[in-house]
């Protein structure tokens, strides 16, 4: 039988007799196994083994001489997937240390950094179709059958001799292809008389000559670059470093990126690259593919097929890829000879995983990884989070800065414009339209952000007030005009529009503005001038943001309307002019976060204008021009609000000077939902809480979403371990709570969102 390790108490064996694994499980140990009766196993590599009734795919994290399980009881590890580890010591060790930190079962923690095809048992070497003759096969050829049928012959002949590829013995169905693209209707027959055999072979991942860099043009570094560069450099042969390169929007932190990475090729070691988005990927890739076109990049993320994403996963794997470059999971990568890791737009929330059971933050195991495996790392941002920011401050990151246009860029002015007094035209002010048609008229491109996707966010009955409600939600169904069609984004309900308030039969409007109205009313407002959008309804695909992009690039689009989408990495030389509408949002939002987004957004989006030799401007609509949010942000820059953000957090004890964590839970009964946490509370304060105060449980401020009911109870504490000692004792209590199984429920570590 298999058994939870523990402290070995009885049946000794010989050597490491003993093989630990865990498995794709909610259960919070490994078992043991005995050793397969073929080669040896080591740890990090797969293995299946006998689980309950069936056979599942494991991971062996550790060898050991006992077990606390009599031997005869122990299950054998019926055979070993892989031929060398798929986790190297030091990746293994940092997946141990995140199942730690984040209180989550190892084997589902491993199971993540997986793609999916290599946690079902796919092989981690890729391997091809192969053919070739049995001895069988090679006496009939020689005795010159077959001789009624040429097509056999011919593919006898053809297997008798050495593959294009080298092979003595076999070809390569793609090989056979090439020479006789018929071959394959001859194989039945023959391997009916045992003249042929069909196998995969494994296939040799191709390592060419080491990368030199060639000598492209490079723009001539700004001071701030150049000083960038001379630090790192200089740190570089230290071991583990951590980097926080400050630079504002165009000082050319990618430019810092690839310097750095034509170092590392240069001494044959690897680079690892993280992206909070898919959006980012395709750009970046083409910079670095531009940059190094001798260097084989491997590109990973939730975007990519289970074949394509697997590949990527190979060639990272095997060497193969110099440059990997992907999103949140990418940090899991296998990459070997890792000489070098970049985190670009650090302060994005997208690199933490705030779903799902494993909730892990992308930018922090980035960093513990690059300590545990001793490499530089450089964390990227124009608006740097207030926890990397107080981190540079305490010694912890080593900040440098950009401030800095590259070449004749300056920073665009920004101004507010009071709407209050304003004329509206569908979200737009008066100013603004004629700041559009000004910057048009200069040949300028206009961007128009807005924060909200559809049509308008809700639709309202002109005589009972009634609003088209989620019914499965505590929200509001958004309108989509041009699809005819209410959806909720939150749950990813719809329904069809409709033309009267379904209580009393009156007419219904539409209530606010969305992307998808504020492009109606531009075109209407700019006939023949080209517009395009940009947000999660318009881009499904890769090929989808290509041709937005490119629209832009080339002036066909003179206006672009978008979301965040438009605010992460683009660079459009020809915008002279952004526009921010709802700037007001996150202004008095509940959530301690809230603010800290809000500036890093307007600065994100701020700076896509004027990144040529054009001035950019920034116009930004708000109700409340007073606030001291906005007033520091025009008057200091995001220093300055950065430092009166992290006062007011020194104050409140709110991280980055206090450590949080969440425990959330759902269900289909709201009291359900609350008598699991409120269980979990009490089992918390029967133990010895020390310094970790309990607050809640509550329900979140959405309670209801797709027909389950949320809520959470949140931790706090002034000091990490005092936390994490608590967390360690309380986690096992609440998977014994009788409620616990009527429930779904997760441990978020560090969360970014109190919902």
């Excluded at 989408?565 to 996150?586: R, S």
Aim: hydrophobic letters at 40%; charged letters at 20%; a neutral charge.
């Amino acid at each position: 039988m298999s058994a939870p390790t523990g402290t070995p108490t009885s049946t000794p064996l010989p050597g490491d007799a003993i093989v630990r694994v865990v498995v794709d499980s909610p259960l919070r140990r490994s078992f043991d196994y005995l050793p397969p009766e073929g080669p040896a196993v080591r740890a990090g590599m797969r293995v299946w083994v006998p689980f309950g009734n069936r056979l599942r795919v494991g991971v062996v994290v550790s060898l050991a001489a006992q077990s606390s399980v009599e031997s005869s009881k122990l299950k054998r590890i019926s055979s070993v997937i892989d031929r060398e580890p798929t986790f190297d010591v030091g990746l293994l060790h940092t997946l141990n240390w995140a199942a730690d930190y984040y209180h989550h079962p190892l084997g589902e923690v491993i199971a993540t950094a997986l793609p999916k095809l290599l946690r079902e048992g796919a092989a981690l070497q890729a391997s091809e179709e192969c053919w070739s003759l049995t001895e069988v096969g090679r006496e009939a050829l020689a005795g010159g059958e077959p001789r009624r049928a040429p097509r056999q012959r011919q593919l006898l002949e053809l297997l008798g001799r050495v593959s294009p590829e080298g092979h003595e013995n076999g070809w390569s169905a793609a090989a056979l292809d090439v020479a006789s693209p018929a071959w394959r209707e001859g194989t039945k027959a023959l391997r009916e008389r045992g003249w042929v055999i069909r196998g995969d072979r494994e296939m040799t991942p191709p390592q060419g000559p080491p990368v030199t860099p060639l000598l492209v043009p490079q723009p001539e570094p700004t001071a701030g670059q150049h000083a960038a560069l001379e630090a790192i450099t200089a740190a570089d042969e230290g071991g583990f470093h951590a980097w926080l390169l400050h630079g504002i929007t165009g000082s050319g932190k990618t430019e810092v990126y690839l310097r750095l990475t034509a170092r590392q090729l240069a001494r044959q070691r690897r680079v690892l690259v993280l992206v909070p988005e898919i959006g980012l990927t395709p750009q970046l890739v083409g910079r670095f593919a531009t940059r190094f076109p001798q260097a084989t990049l491997a590109v990973l993320h939730s975007g990519l097929t289970d074949t394509e994403r697997l590949a990527a996963w190979r060639s990272t794997h095997s060497g193969s890829a110099d440059i990997v470059i992907g999103t949140r999971s990418a940090v899991f990568a296998p990459v070997r000879q890792l000489g070098l890791v970049i985190v670009d737009e650090e302060h994005d929330s997208s690199f933490k995983q705030q779903e799902g059971g494993f909730r892990y933050s992308a930018r922090d195991l980035a960093l513990v990884r690059a300590q545990r495996e001793g490499l530089p790392i450089v964390l990227g941002s124009a608006t740097p989070s207030l926890e990397s920011l107080h981190n540079a401050a305490t010694g912890r990151l080593t900040r440098l800065s950009l401030p800095q246009r590259t070449a004749a860029a300056q920073p665009p002015t920004l101004r507010l414009l009071d709407v209050r007094g304003e004329s509206m035209h569908a979200g737009l002010s008066t100013t603004a339209l004629c700041g559009i048609e000004r910057h048009l008229a200069a040949d300028g491109q206009v961007l128009v952000y807005i924060n909200r996707r559809g049509y308008a966010p809700t639709l309202a009955c002109t005589a009972c007030g009634w609003l088209a409600p989620c019914l499965a939600c505590d929200a509001r169904m958004t309108v989509y005009r041009q699809a005819d069609r209410l959806r909720c984004h939150h749950c990813g309900a719809e329904r069809a529009l409709p033309r009267q308030c379904p209580q009393c039969g009156y007419a219904v409007k539409t209530v606010g503005q969305g992307t998808e109205r504020i492009e109606e009313v531009l075109g209407e407002t700019f006939p023949g001038v080209g517009i395009a959008r940009l947000d999660r309804d318009v881009i499904r695909r890769n090929e989808d943001l290509h041709a937005v992009v490119a629209s832009v690039a080339s002036g066909a689009a003179r206006i672009l309307v978008g979301t965040q989408m438009v605010a992460k990495g683009h660079d459009f030389p020809a915008l002279t002019l952004v526009i921010v509408l709802n700037a007001d949002h996150g202004l008095f939002s509940t959530d301690f976060r809230a603010a800290e987004r809000l500036a890093q957004t307007i600065v994100q989006v701020a700076g896509r204008a004027g990144r040529a030799e054009r001035a950019g401007e920034v116009l930004i609509q708000t109700e409340f021009p007073e606030h001291p949010l906005l007033r520091s942000l025009l008057e200091g820059g995001y220093d300055a609000f950065a430092a009166a953000a992290l006062e007011e957090r020194h104050s409140a004890a709110w991280p980055p000077f206090s450590r949080l964590a969440a425990l959330r839970a759902s269900a289909p009964q709201a009291q359900t939902t609350l008598e699991f946490l409120q269980a979990a509370r009490a089992a918390g304060e029967a133990l010895d809480a020390g310094r970790v105060r309990l607050l809640g449980p509550a329900p979140a401020a959405m309670a209801r979403r797709a027909d389950r009911h949320h809520a959470q109870l949140l931790l706090e504490s002034g000091e990490r371990a005092s936390l994490h000692r608590f967390l360690q004792q309380w986690v096992p209590v609440i998977e014994t709570l009788p409620t616990a199984r009527r429930v779904r429920w997760a441990l978020d570590v560090d969360p970014l969102e109190l919902f």
